[in-house]
Structure formats: structure tokens, C-alpha cells
């Protein structure tokens, strides 16, 4: 009779599997429940403080934010993928101040990362249930996960001042993709806690809403990409404040100033090219572009894109801002 699959073998065909499918790294941990912990701790504080903003979503779920076996019945593993969108910039228009530069954050420049990412997932999953008859639930930004959390004690990161989840393999520019199982795989180690941001306080700076308003810190209800995203239309016009950014540049779609700033950017791995599609499009767009667009129009270009989270009348509203 064959052997079955031993937990270590199984981890290295998932690894195998996951760096084929282009993540630029992967990490495992055991399932365990998160109460009592710092994240639990941090998340019920900024609840606490009204940070969530009208993201009430955020606040429902909560066991089951808590502890991933409410998710997967019998879960045993966590594995964790790190999905590249970083973009090469090269079609930025390096003269802005002639006009006003509208600026689209970098993960909004092609194809839903929900969709891609989880199509790939599916693919270890099937590995999981062929070899193990596992059972895998795929999530990625989609569902009560505490996910950066889960990156950090999967190994494959450390949450910078910024509060992002930062590789120092393969940078910042990451999405998480997750896969809770209830098949059983060895924990992967985690990172030395002297890897991390120093005494460097670049995002700090970079944030021109104060919306990091400390170390690890994040006023969410201040962040510029709630505001152009999440945020709903007000009744009244204008009725929200929103910090004047900088006359050369203005964010219309999320915003990615406190990334760009952090040096370990330059870890980064090339995006995948899925997450691109838009990128010309959307690096040098004018008011005109977007002003002469109808519902139509958007429906069409940005079919299956991350701006529709936002909807045509809402990036208006923001070019307005
Ligand atoms: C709600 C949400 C938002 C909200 C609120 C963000 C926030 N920080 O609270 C808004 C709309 C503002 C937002 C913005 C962005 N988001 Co968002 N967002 C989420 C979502 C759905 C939930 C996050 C959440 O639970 N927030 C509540 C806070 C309290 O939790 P947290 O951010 O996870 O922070 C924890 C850690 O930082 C940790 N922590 C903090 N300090 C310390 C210290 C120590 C020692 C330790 C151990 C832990 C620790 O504890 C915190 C609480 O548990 C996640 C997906 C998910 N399900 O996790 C994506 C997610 C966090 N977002 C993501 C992205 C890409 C963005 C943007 C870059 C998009 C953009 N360019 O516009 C910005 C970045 C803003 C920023 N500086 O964080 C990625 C981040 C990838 C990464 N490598 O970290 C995620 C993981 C989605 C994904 N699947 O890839 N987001
Ligand atoms: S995304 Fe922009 S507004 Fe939000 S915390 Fe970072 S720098 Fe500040
Ligand atoms: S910019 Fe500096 S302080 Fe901020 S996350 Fe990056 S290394 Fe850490």
C-alpha cells in the first residue's frame, strides 16, 4: 500500500504549488483562538474610539473573527499566501503640476484581486482534499479573518508602524490570500521580533490625514482610503471633512502614500499581471476622463475591477472633494 503523505511532504507540495501559482511566499500556523490576544485587544479599542467609521461590518462576526475553527468546523491549519500587486510606475506622468495629478491606488489597477486571488486558492484546496481529504474554506478580504494577524504568525511578516503586514522577503506590496483546513501541517517559524520598522517613521510622516496618529496606530474613519471608498455619499453636499491634500496631487480611489513611503518597497516582487490591466488607463487620468463618463461606460471599462466597490458617482464625488 502507498504511504500516505507525510504532514511535512504535504506543507512542501503546498509551498511548491503556491510559488508556481506566482505567490511570493507562503506560511502556516495552527488554529488557535485569538482572544486575550494584542490584535483582539487593538481591534476592540479602535471599535472603542469610533475608527470603524460607517464600516459596521467590521464589528459583526466577531467570535468568528476570533477564532477561525467557527468558520471551518474541525480547522486545524492557517496557511497563508502573499499575492504581489506592486506596479512599475513606468507611465506616471512626472510633470504633475501643470494640472492636478488624480491618483488611483496601485491595488485598483486590474482585475478584482478577489477573484484572482481566490481562483488560485481553490487550486491548493483541491491539493488539500485530494491528498488528505481535507476540508478548506478560501478567503481573502471577504470575511471575519483576521488576516494580518494570521500573516504574522504564519511568519511570513511583521506589522509595521503603518499596519501593514510586511515581508522582509518580498516587501509590502501584498495582498493576503488565506486558507483555513482542517488538515493538520507543521507551523511555520516565526519572524525574529528584531525585524521590523526601527526608529524609522516614514508612513507617519506620509499621512497627510493624520489618520496614523501613532505607532500601529490607525484613526480608519480618517483614512483616505475609507473616505474614497467606504465612506457612503452624504445627504448634503461636502457634508464631510476630509484633509486638502497637496495642489499637485489628489487621491480619487483609496491611497497608498503611507506604502509608498516605507523602504522596504524595495523588496518588493514584480505584480502580477492580472493586477494591471488598468495600469495606463489609470496612472495619468484627468477630470475630463472621468467627467465625461457615463455609468455605461464605467460598467464597461472597469467590469470586473475594484473601483466598482466605489461606483462612478462616488470617485465623482471625490475629484470634487
Ligand atoms: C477594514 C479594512 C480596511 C479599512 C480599515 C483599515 C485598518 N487598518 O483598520 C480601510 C478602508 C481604511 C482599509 C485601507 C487599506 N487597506 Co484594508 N482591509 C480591511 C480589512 C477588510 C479588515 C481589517 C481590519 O480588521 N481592521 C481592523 C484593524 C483594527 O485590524 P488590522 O488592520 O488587521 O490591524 C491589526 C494588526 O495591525 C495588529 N497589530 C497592530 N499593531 C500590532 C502590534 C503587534 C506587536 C502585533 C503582534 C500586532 C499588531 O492588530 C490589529 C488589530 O487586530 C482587511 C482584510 C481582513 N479581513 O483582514 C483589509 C486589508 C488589511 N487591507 C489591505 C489593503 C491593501 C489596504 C490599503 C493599502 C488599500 C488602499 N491602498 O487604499 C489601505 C491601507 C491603509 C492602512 N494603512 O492600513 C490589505 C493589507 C495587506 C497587507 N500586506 O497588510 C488587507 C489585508 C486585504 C488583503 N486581503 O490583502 N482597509
Ligand atoms: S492610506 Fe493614506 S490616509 Fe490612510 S493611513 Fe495611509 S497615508 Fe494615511
Ligand atoms: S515606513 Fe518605516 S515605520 Fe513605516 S512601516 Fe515602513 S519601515 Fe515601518
Not at 521580533?193 to 496618529?213: E, F, I
Not at 474614497?228 to 491634500?245: F, H, V
Amino acid at each position: 500500500m502507498t504511504p500516505a503523505i507525510s504532514k511535512e511532504e504535504l506543507k512542501e507540495r503546498i509551498r511548491l504549488l503556491a510559488l508556481e501559482l506566482g505567490f511570493a511566499d507562503v506560511g502556516f500556523a495552527k488554529v488557535h483562538s485569538l482572544t486575550d490576544s494584542v490584535e483582539e485587544s487593538r481591534f476592540l479599542e479602535a471599535e472603542r474610539l469610533g475608527h470603524f467609521g460607517r464600516m459596521e461590518y467590521l464589528s459583526r462576526n466577531f467570535d468568528k473573527r476570533m477564532d477561525p475553527s467557527l468558520l471551518v468546523e474541525g480547522a486545524k491549519s492557517v496557511i497563508v499566501f502573499l499575492a504581489p500587486f506592486s506596479s512599475p510606475m513606468d507611465s506616471v506622468n512626472t510633470n504633475p503640476c501643470g494640472h492636478t495629478r488624480l491618483k488611483v491606488s496601485q491595488y485598483a489597477y486590474g482585475t478584482d484581486y478577489h477573484t484572482v486571488i481566490k481562483n488560485k486558492l481553490y487550486v491548493i484546496a483541491q491539493l488539500l482534499k485530494n491528498e488528505v481529504g481535507a476540508t478548506s474554506r478560501v478567503f481573502t478580504d471577504s470575511a471575519p479573518v483576521m488576516e494580518r494577524a494570521w500573516g504574522v504568525r504564519a511568519g511570513v511578516g511583521f506589522i509595521g508602524k503603518n499596519n501593514f503586514l510586511i515581508s522582509p522577503k518580498v516587501g509590502i506590496k501584498n495582498f493576503i490570500g488565506i486558507i483555513i483546513t482542517t488538515a493538520e501541517l507543521p507551523q511555520s517559524e516565526i519572524l525574529s521580533p528584531s525585524v521590523g520598522c526601527g526608529s524609522c517613521t516614514r508612513c507617519l510622516d506620509a499621512c497627510s490625514q493624520k489618520a496614523l496618529y501613532a505607532p500601529n496606530k490607525i484613526d480608519a474613519s480618517k483614512c483616505l482610503s475609507y473616505k474614497t471608498i467606504e465612506e457612503p455619499l452624504p445627504a448634503e453636499p461636502d457634508s464631510n471633512s476630509m484633509a486638502k491634500m497637496s495642489g499637485c496631487e489628489k487621491w480619487i480611489f483609496g491611497c497608498d502614500d503611507c506604502m509608498n513611503a516605507c523602504p522596504w518597497n524595495r523588496f518588493n516582487r514584480p505584480g502580477w499581471e492580472e493586477f494591471q490591466v488598468n495600469r495606463k488607463l489609470l496612472e495619468n487620468s484627468t477630470e475630463e476622463f472621468w467627467n465625461n463618463m457615463g455609468e455605461e461606460e464605467f460598467n464597461t471599462l472597469f467590469k470586473d475591477s475594484p473601483l466598482k466597490r466605489a461606483g462612478l458617482k462616488k470617485i465623482k464625488f471625490n475629484l470634487s472633494r
